[in-house]
């Protein structure tokens, strides 16, 4: 959350819309922050965190044994079922020792405070646990919205941490300071996607996908545009069965083949080490306190609600005696109840006959299941309404503490917690479910108890290929809409003239709009049938089946700025979204307006226009000046140089540039800023007309400008070695060679050999460039590599 807004609305809370997640059709999903933060005296954190850091030691025993001698399973302190049994243990890694000796490097517990004050552990989160990005975000917006009261309560920071976690990560591996650690990610489709890219921005880390990586010698590399760079440590955020296709899910497209046996060689270090899942099961949480003995010889200091496995027949007796007081939860990921898998259901929300229902289902099939204490959660003062007036109430609240590794077998606790309060009608927090956040504040004893360390990461400068690719054609559509929005509005300026427009110039839009799918193939010639080309073009602006007008370039521009998301600005992205929401809704209305369909529809596309104009120069003034930076503005003058020399082309092959009407129109499409420099009226001639759209130094959209900025991205892009000019920009022809006297010469039969000779180097020049530098830098094949010691 690189700016978070604070929006006060009545009911004061903070909409984090910057960091909120978004699908492709961009509806947004804010997460709210509550005002309020929940305040721990240093007395009660001091439990916490001593309760916290005690059972990561037992769990991060617990993984060193049940992935080495299985000493706890053979002594009957763990049953296999849970272990063995769970989907979540991979049998795989059996026998491998992670990098640097730790399994867990984040862990995350659920606690809930009690009526008599205590707080009490109700789950536990070791496989990509949610929360770190997000609770860092809740932290940087309400420390803004109360600097006073921040800075007076003494509250202890929590950059310590997450730089702790960060250089622990790469002390532990064999580069050190220098290792490239990279956080993965599921992608922008993921609902924590938002929080991922936030967290990655803040850490300094590289953000990933599977498809960003690949195995070769059993090391992991990350594809950029400057070849593969090693990968020293995963940050992972992708559930472990997903990791590696070749292993584990062989339906996956989110993970690495070959990763597996990237960490048995031990080349990469994993937070956290594949194979914690089973750690998720409410069923273990009656067994560690006995773990806690036999591996640290201490009994546990946080203690859990008293838990029951009814895959033990006493268990399942006493489970079935007092289920009426209980809470149902399941003992795998997968169990009869589909997918809702892991919802509680508290015993006290059934009728009579449904709570029968359970307790015959748990009588069948006892192993499935995991019965737990029912805990009244305390409550948290929330702001509501009531009566349509805002107010205090009350809502119940739970907190998850994260513990961190800050070295090979030692851990810290963030100081402060993601703080989770239930919507009114449900008993436990579920940020998935609509619950609200809320800031936790752990207070010190004074000014010199606070860590005043500051992340000051900066971030690695690399760009992926998947991301380059995708920027590179952000470029392309959002050129590419810009033309086609001058194309639409122009046509139905010449269509609706004072006077009849002459027929070249209805023969050129019409080839033109046909050639850009502005209307469907079949549809009647511009110049033959006016009326209906002008209804065909107005029914197509929003982009239908048939058509790649306006409206599909919009959405192509919209996909491809989603899945860099991460690199857009908050402004820059919802201005993509509403210009695409906006156009296609006003561009449908404008199609049953009769007589006025074509007035409307050129004032939607002057709206569009403007929307268009301020997201260029976002991409222009907003975005990292890097490789990445340089291939969206490539795109953007490759679409400009095709579109505008084909332009020309189509403009003397009909003739209507020797036209009044046809000059004014061409001078139009070239962007209204050149028509400021159109030649008098006596410079109809072409000579006048070539000096400005293709010669000119000073007009931007010149095709000697474009070809020269092009030329620049290009070399600046991939420069051949000192002294030597890159291969592609070799490819761009060379405005110096080109020569008004020559471009006006004609043949006998009238016809500007040269000038049609040099349009079509240029849109040859663009077709071959697009493919070289998708070979090049987007081409996602590589010689294939054997994968052995599996």
Same mark, same amino acid.
């Given at each position: 959350?690189?700016?978070?807004?604070?929006?006060?609305?009545?009911?004061?809370?903070?909409?984090?819309?910057?960091?909120?997640?978004?699908?492709?059709?961009?509806?947004?999903?804010?997460?709210?922050?509550?005002?309020?933060?929940?305040?721990?005296?240093?007395?009660?954190?001091?439990?916490?965190?001593?309760?916290?850091?005690?059972?990561?030691?037992?769990?991060?025993?617990?993984?060193?044994?049940?992935?080495?001698?299985?000493?706890?399973?053979?002594?009957?302190?763990?049953?296999?079922?849970?272990?063995?049994?769970?989907?979540?243990?991979?049998?795989?890694?059996?026998?491998?020792?992670?990098?640097?000796?730790?399994?867990?490097?984040?862990?995350?517990?659920?606690?809930?405070?009690?009526?008599?004050?205590?707080?009490?552990?109700?789950?536990?989160?070791?496989?990509?646990?949610?929360?770190?990005?997000?609770?860092?975000?809740?932290?940087?917006?309400?420390?803004?919205?109360?600097?006073?009261?921040?800075?007076?309560?003494?509250?202890?920071? =929590?950059? @310590?941490?997450? !730089?702790?976690? /960060?250089? *622990?990560?790469?002390? %532990?591996?064999? $580069? &050190?300071?220098?290792?490239?650690?990279?956080?993965?990610?599921?992608?922008?489709?993921?609902?924590?996607?938002?929080?991922?890219?936030?967290?990655?921005?803040?850490?300094?880390?590289?953000?990933?996908?599977?498809?960003?990586?690949?195995?070769?010698?059993?090391?992991?590399?990350?594809?950029?545009?400057?070849?593969?760079?090693?990968?020293?440590?995963?940050?992972?955020?992708?559930?472990?069965?997903?990791?590696?296709?070749?292993? =584990?899910? @062989?339906?996956? !497209?989110?993970? /690495?083949? *070959?990763?597996?046996? %990237?960490?048995? $060689? &031990?080349?990469?270090?994993?937070?956290?080490?594949?194979?914690?899942?089973?750690?998720?099961?409410?069923?273990?949480?009656?067994?560690?306190?006995?773990?806690?003995?036999?591996?640290?010889?201490?009994?546990?200091?946080?203690?859990?609600?008293?838990?029951?496995?009814?895959?033990?027949?006493?268990?399942?007796?006493?489970?079935?005696?007092?289920?009426?007081?209980?809470?149902?939860?399941?003992?795998?990921?997968?169990?009869?109840?589909?997918? @809702?898998?892991?919802?509680?259901?508290?015993?006290?929300?059934?009728?009579?006959?449904?709570? &029968?229902?359970?307790?015959?289902?748990?009588?069948?099939?006892?192993?499935?299941?995991?019965?737990?204490?029912?805990?009244?959660?305390?409550?948290?003062?929330?702001?509501?309404?009531?009566?349509?007036?805002?107010?205090?109430?009350?809502?119940?609240?739970?907190?998850?503490?994260?513990?961190?590794?800050?070295?090979?077998?030692?851990?810290?606790?963030?100081?402060?917690?993601?703080?989770?309060?239930?919507?009114?009608?449900?008993?436990?927090?579920?940020?998935?479910?609509?619950?609200?956040?809320?800031?936790?504040?752990?207070?010190?004893? &004074?000014?010199?108890?606070?860590?005043?360390?500051?992340?000051?990461?900066?971030?690695?400068?690399?760009?992926?290929?998947?991301?380059?690719?995708?920027?590179?054609?952000?470029?392309?559509?959002?050129?590419?809409?810009?033309?086609?929005?001058?194309?639409?509005?122009?046509?139905?300026?010449?269509?609706?003239?004072?006077?009849?427009?002459?027929?070249?110039?209805?023969?050129?839009?019409?080839?033109?709009?046909?050639?850009?799918?502005?209307?469907?193939?079949?549809?009647?010639?511009?110049?033959?049938?006016?009326?209906?080309?002008?209804?065909?073009?107005?029914?197509?602006?929003?982009?239908?089946?048939?058509?790649?007008?306006?409206?599909?370039?919009?959405?192509?521009?919209?996909?491809?700025?989603?899945?860099?998301?991460?690199?857009?600005?908050?402004?820059?992205?919802?201005?993509?979204?509403?210009?695409?929401?906006?156009?296609?809704?006003?561009?449908?209305?404008?199609?049953?307006?009769?007589?006025?369909?074509?007035?409307?529809?050129?004032?939607?596309?002057?709206?569009?226009?403007?929307?268009?104009?301020?997201?260029?120069?976002?991409?222009?003034?907003?975005?990292?000046?890097?490789?990445?930076?340089?291939?969206?503005?490539?795109?953007?003058?490759?679409?400009?140089?095709?579109?505008?020399?084909?332009?020309?082309?189509?403009?003397?092959?009909?003739?209507?540039?020797?036209?009044?009407?046809?000059?004014?129109?061409?001078?139009?499409?070239?962007?209204?800023?050149?028509?400021?420099?159109?030649?008098?009226?006596?410079?109809?001639?072409?000579?006048?007309?070539?000096?400005?759209?293709?010669?000119?130094?000073?007009?931007?959209?010149?095709?000697?400008?474009?070809?020269?900025?092009?030329?620049?991205?290009?070399?600046?892009?991939?420069?051949?070695?000192?002294?030597?000019?890159?291969?592609?920009?070799?490819?761009?022809?060379?405005?110096?060679?080109?020569?008004?006297?020559?471009?006006?010469?004609?043949?006998?039969?009238?016809?500007?050999?040269?000038?049609?000779?040099?349009?079509?180097?240029?849109?040859?020049?663009?077709?071959?460039?697009?493919?070289?530098?998708?070979?090049?830098?987007?081409?996602?094949?590589?010689?294939?590599?054997?994968?052995?010691?599996?």
């Amino acid at each position: 959350m690189a700016n978070p807004q604070h929006q006060n609305h009545g009911n004061d809370i903070v909409k984090i819309d910057d960091e909120a997640g978004a699908d492709a059709s961009g509806a947004q999903h804010p997460w709210s922050l509550e005002l309020f933060p929940l305040i721990i005296s240093p007395q009660s954190w001091q439990q916490i965190e001593l309760g916290v850091l005690q059972r990561v030691r037992v769990l991060e025993g617990v993984m060193a044994d049940v992935y080495g001698p299985q000493k706890l399973l053979a002594g009957g302190l763990l049953p296999p079922a849970l272990v063995q049994g769970h989907p979540g243990y991979l049998r795989a890694l059996h026998g491998v020792e992670p990098v640097g000796g730790t399994h867990l490097h984040i862990a995350a517990f659920d606690l809930a405070r009690g009526p008599d004050g205590n707080w009490w552990m109700i789950a536990q989160h070791t496989q990509a646990p949610s929360g770190l990005g997000q609770l860092l975000a809740n932290r940087a917006s309400l420390s803004r919205q109360f600097p006073q009261a921040f800075e007076a309560m003494h509250v202890q920071q =929590l950059a @310590a941490g997450y !730089r702790a976690l /960060v250089q *622990g990560m790469q002390r %532990t591996t064999v $580069a &050190g300071a220098r290792a490239h650690i990279a956080l993965l990610t599921p992608g922008p489709y993921n609902e924590s996607y938002p929080e991922h890219a936030y967290l990655a921005r803040q850490l300094g880390l590289s953000l990933v996908e599977g498809s960003d990586l690949t195995v070769r010698d059993q090391r992991l590399y990350l594809r950029t545009l400057n070849g593969l760079e090693q990968v020293h440590g995963l940050l992972t955020y992708l559930d472990d069965e997903f990791l590696d296709p070749l292993e =584990l899910r @062989a339906d996956s !497209r989110l993970g /690495v083949p *070959g990763l597996l046996q %990237t960490i048995r $060689a &031990g080349h990469v270090l994993m937070a956290n080490a594949p194979g914690s899942a089973f750690f998720e099961s409410p069923a273990l949480l009656g067994f560690l306190p006995a773990l806690s003995q036999h591996l640290l010889g201490e009994e546990l200091a946080l203690p859990a609600l008293a838990t029951w496995w009814c895959g033990e027949p006493a268990a399942l007796a006493h489970a079935l005696s007092r289920l009426d007081e209980k809470v149902i939860k399941p003992a795998y990921p997968a169990s009869s109840w589909g997918p @809702a898998s892991f919802a509680a259901v508290p015993a006290r929300s059934l009728t009579r006959s449904a709570l &029968g229902e359970w307790a015959a289902r748990i009588g069948r099939d006892g192993d499935a299941y995991t019965v737990q204490d029912d805990l009244p959660l305390s409550q948290l003062p929330t702001c509501g309404r009531e009566h349509g007036s805002p107010t205090i109430v009350p809502r119940s609240a739970t907190l998850r503490v994260f513990a961190i590794s800050d070295g090979p077998q030692s851990w810290r606790v963030l100081p402060g917690g993601l703080t989770r309060i239930t919507t009114a009608n449900e008993d436990w927090a579920s940020l998935q479910h609509g619950a609200r956040s809320a800031d936790t504040w752990v207070l010190t004893h &004074g000014p010199g108890d606070v860590d005043r360390t500051t992340l000051q990461a900066q971030p690695k400068s690399i760009v992926t290929r998947r991301a380059a690719e995708n920027l590179y054609w952000l470029g392309r559509y959002t050129e590419r809409c810009e033309n086609t929005i001058r194309l639409a509005r122009l046509t139905l300026e010449c269509l609706h003239g004072e006077v009849p427009p002459p027929a070249p110039l209805l023969t050129w839009l019409g080839d033109l709009d046909a050639r850009n799918a502005l209307v469907p193939p079949g549809a009647p010639a511009a110049n033959l049938a006016p009326c209906e080309f002008e209804r065909a073009l107005v029914e197509g602006l929003g982009g239908g089946a048939a058509t790649a007008s306006v409206g599909f370039c919009l959405r192509a521009v919209q996909l491809a700025a989603f899945a860099v998301r991460e690199r857009l600005s908050q402004a820059h992205w919802n201005m993509i979204v509403q210009a695409s929401q906006e156009f296609v809704q006003r561009s449908a209305e404008a199609i049953p307006a009769g007589d006025h369909a074509a007035s409307d529809a050129m004032r939607v596309l002057d709206s569009a226009s403007t929307q268009l104009a301020a997201i260029a120069s976002a991409q222009n003034d907003h975005t990292e000046r890097d490789d990445g930076w340089r291939l969206l503005g490539i795109g953007r003058y490759l679409e400009r140089l095709g579109f505008l020399a084909a332009s020309l082309v189509h403009g003397f092959e009909t003739g209507s540039v020797r036209d009044a009407g046809g000059l004014k129109a061409m001078l139009a499409l070239f962007d209204s800023a050149a028509s400021l420099h159109a030649p008098p009226p006596n410079g109809r001639e072409v000579a006048a007309l070539l000096d400005l759209l293709v010669l000119d130094r000073e007009n931007p959209r010149s095709l000697r400008r474009i070809a020269q900025a092009l030329a620049q991205c290009l070399d600046e892009l991939a420069s051949g070695g000192p002294g030597k000019a890159s291969p592609l920009v070799l490819q761009v022809p060379d405005p110096d060679h080109w020569d008004l006297a020559q471009l006006c010469t004609v043949n006998a039969a009238g016809h500007h050999d040269r000038l049609m000779d040099l349009l079509q180097q240029c849109m040859s020049a663009v077709r071959a460039l697009s493919d070289k530098i998708g070979a090049l830098h987007f081409a996602h094949t590589s010689v294939p590599q054997s994968i052995g010691g599996a």
